[in-house]
């Protein structure tokens, strides 16, 4: 059997997440948490997704598609 493994030294390798917590969501559109919630209740930003009793996320392509449809009006 052989084993292969990346040789990823001298690489500057970062992994951006595709799924953020409210607070890591928050920090994403540069607005307070607080503000973030509040935009959620009204509807402005859509509801996240529960992954657990106490895990909600939201993916990062709707924030951005929030994003451009902001700067687009």
């Not at 493994?5 to 928050?26: D, E, F, H, V, Y």
């Not at 607005?31 to 959620?40: G, L, R």
Request: charged share 20%; with cysteine.
């Amino acid at each position: 059997m052989v084993t292969i493994q990346p040789n990823l030294t001298g690489l500057n390798m970062q992994i951006s997440p595709k799924i953020l917590r409210a607070k890591q969501a928050a920090d994403y559109l540069s607005i307070s948490k607080s503000q973030f919630y509040e935009w959620v209740a009204m509807g402005v930003l859509p509801k996240g997704k529960s992954l657990g009793k106490r895990c909600v996320v939201w993916h990062v392509d709707t924030l951005d598609q929030f994003i451009d449809e902001a700067l687009n009006d």
